[in-house]
Structure formats: C-alpha cells, structure tokens
C-alpha cells in the first residue's frame, strides 16, 4: 500500500514564531503535537504530502484541485511575507484523482493558509516532497476520502494524507466569534468520538456544527474516509477560543503487510521459504495475536489465539492469516482474486488480566474473555457497534456457547491494532 499515513492538523498561523511574535507559547501543547505529526511523516519515508484545506476554493459539490507544475505561496496576510513556500506537485496523483474522480474542478490559487500551516512543520522537520492539494469537499466528504485514500494506494510512491482544520471557533468570550454552550460540546464530541468511537463524530447534528463556528468538520471526515486505523489524538486545547486537534488517523505497518504476504504465499502456493520477515523486534517475541480481514468494510474472516502457542508472533501471524482466509467457518475461504479487495489488520494481545466485576471493563481500551467449565469465548476490543460492556460481555458469552444469564469468569487484555 503506498498511502502509509494519514493526519489531522490545524491551520492557525499564530502557531509560526514570526507570526505569533511570543503568543505561540500559548499553544505548546498543539506546536509540540504538530512536530511529533511532521517527524512521523519523515520517518515513514513520505514522498508526497496530499493535503485537504477548507480555505481554498470550495465548490457546493465534488472538490476542487490546485493546478501547476509548482504551487506557491507565503504569509504575507499575517505580516510575514518572507516566509514563503514552493513545491513541486505530483503530476501523477493529480492525473489519476482527475481521471478516476469526474466531478473535480480544476483551480488556480496561491497556496492558503490551510496548507502553508502544515507544510510550515513538515518543512522544519526536513520533509521536501511533493505535494498536492485539494478544496474541502462540502458533501460526501467521507465518500471523497475513500475514493482518493484508494488512488493513493495505487501510487508507485509513498503518500500522506494531511487534513487541514480547525475545530469550533467558540469556546470563549474573548474568541473570534465569542462562546457559544456548542463550541465546547461539539469539540468534545471529536475527541472523545476520535479516542473512543468514531460514529460519535458522524452523528453531530448540522444545527450543533453550525452554533460551534466550526471549520474542519468535512476534512475530518475526509480523512476518517480514507482509510481505517489505530487513531492517536497527540494534542487538543483551544488557548485563543479556536479548538486545534492534531490526531493520526493512520499509520501502515509492515505487521500488518506481513500478514497479508503469508495469506497471499499460501492462496498462490509460493515457497514459504521465500517469505520474507520484517525486521520489526515484535516479531520475534513471543506473542498471541488475531489477523482480521475486512472486504469493502465488512468482516470476511478473523481468527486468533488467546495464548501464544508458537515461537513467536511471526509464526503466529503466519498461521492466523491463513486460518482467517481459509477456515473461518463464518465465511467461504478466501479466493486469490479477492486479495486486492481485502483489507488486513493484527491486533497483538497483552497480558491476561484476571478481574472480579464488570465494572474493570471498558470495551473501547480492554477485549474480554469469559469462561464457564471448558467453554471460552474472546472479543476484542474497539469494535464498531460494541459500546458497553453490557454488549461486550453478551457477543462474548455468545461466541462461547454460554447463555446470557449464566455466570462467567472473567479476565481482560488491552491489544496494539496494526494496520496495512
């Protein structure tokens, strides 16, 4: 897969030292959440940097695309007209989203502040890539994000996806639009909904979006759209009234990837001899994990282990992928042909941690296991529709032949998700 990371920025440029002249130092916490996000694009060997900003031009329907062989730009509007920006675009990229996406409109436009903010930070980490930039699509952003997050797979370089946006711009009196009992309710509907269930954030009503002044709500979305994974909010505060979330969405893994090569071996009938191990130390620990497959967002095969039973994660990745394909009694085994339509993810269990009441659950940090004389049943945790323990505890007695109203043991872990 080549788009390997996917981010969630904000834009103020008071966040610039030339800019800010000393009123940066209020937003430590967004500054150093920011160069934390830059320093992952770096090390993930990003190529181009595909960012999507609600100050460009913006059309009522589909996107808009930023032409030029180079698109430049500076802070002039904020009093530091020296520091400017030049990038060469990826001509590539922009052909593909115009030939795959057709409700696209061409503009030309100097780079805004949307997307000179997050290339401020990319730069003084020591990123130099290309980039491409798009307007904030107004509807179906999700649907947007999925359908360019897949172009980007496509891409023959490694890719990023920056979505540029602030969040309400009324938490306080003093805010640039003042302070509105929304403000603080919608933003901590992003975060909590980013932390603990995404759906949170796809059910704010238009009417709390509107009253909370918010600006990034669809480019949130488009990146939420774009690809799943293991979410981090690096920072959130909102010093001058305006909320600023830095948040990976995603991030690739060749654990993940790995998986994906030991079904791939088995359906071709490769040499396994031939398989090639990441260099990642997890691996060799020894380690119990389980290997998911999702086929356009729907589960199509999960198998795993409650306790190490091989030598190391590697060989229990190997077998877990191979049963998920082929022997999850839920679903026909896995065909050759529908590899590039499945998406893989491993989570690796922790400990087992044995507990005495419900009340030690949180089904959005801790999967469960429950027993009753040999029966054993696991769900793991942060699964879509799953929001109480209530829930958890059922699907889980349910798994393991164990009726509702029988009493269990029962023991909880946490997991590391790993995503292609």
Not at 208 to 223: D, I, T
Request: proline fraction near 5%.
């Amino acid at each position: 897969m080549s788009l390997v990371y996917i981010g969630y920025v904000p834009h103020p440029a008071i966040l610039v030292p030339d800019v800010g002249r000393g009123e940066e130092r209020a937003s430590q916490k967004t500054i150093k959440g920011f160069q934390k996000l830059a320093q992952e694009i770096v090390k993930m060997d990003v190529k181009t940097v595909l960012i999507v900003s609600p100050h460009t031009v913006l059309t009522r329907q589909g996107m808009t695309l930023l032409q030029g062989n180079n698109l430049t730009g500076s802070l002039r509007n904020f009093g530091a007209g020296h520091i400017r920006f030049s990038y060469e675009t990826d001509l590539n990229v922009m052909k593909a989203i115009k030939e795959q996406i057709v409700d696209i409109e061409d503009m030309e436009n100097e780079l805004d502040h949307g997307v000179m903010v997050p290339l401020y930070f990319l730069r003084e980490a020591g990123w130099d890539g290309k980039i491409v930039v798009l307007g904030m699509p107004l509807n179906n952003a999700e649907e947007y994000g999925k359908r360019v997050g897949q172009i980007l797979n496509d891409s023959s370089d490694r890719c990023a996806i920056l979505a540029s946006g602030d969040l309400s711009h009324r938490l306080k009196e003093d805010g640039p639009y003042g302070l509105h009992p929304s403000g603080p309710k919608f933003d901590n509907l992003i975060v909590k909904g980013l932390q603990k269930d995404t759906a949170m954030i796809r059910t704010i009503p238009s009417a709390l979006r509107e009253e909370a002044g918010q600006c990034g709500y669809n480019s949130l979305l488009f990146a939420l759209g774009a690809r799943e994974g293991s979410i981090k909010v690096f920072s959130y505060e909102g010093p001058f009234g305006v909320g600023y979330l830095v948040a990976e969405i995603y991030r690739s893994s060749p654990i993940a990837g790995f998986a994906r090569e030991c079904l791939t071996y088995h359906l071709t009938a490769q040499a396994f001899d031939k398989l090639v191990i990441p260099g990642d130390p997890l691996l060799k620990e020894k380690k119990s994990c389980f290997v998911t497959l999702k086929k356009d967002g729907e589960l199509r095969g999960c198998i795993g282990t409650v306790q190490p039973v091989r030598e190391n994660l590697a060989s229990e990745i190997k077998h877990n992928a191979i049963a998920a394909g082929t022997q999850d009694p839920r679903f026909w085994p896995v065909e050759a042909n529908e590899l590039p339509l499945i998406t893989f993810s491993v989570d690796v269990l922790g400990d087992l941690e044995k507990i005495s009441s419900y009340d030690m659950l949180d089904p959005q940090k801790y999967g469960v296991v429950v027993r009753r004389g040999g029966r054993v049943g696991l769900l793991l945790p942060r699964l879509e529709g799953v929001n109480t323990v209530d829930e958890q505890v059922r699907i889980a007695k349910q798994k393991a032949g164990i009726a509702p109203d029988e009493e269990v043991e029962l023991w909880r872990f946490e997991v590391q998700r790993y995503f292609e």
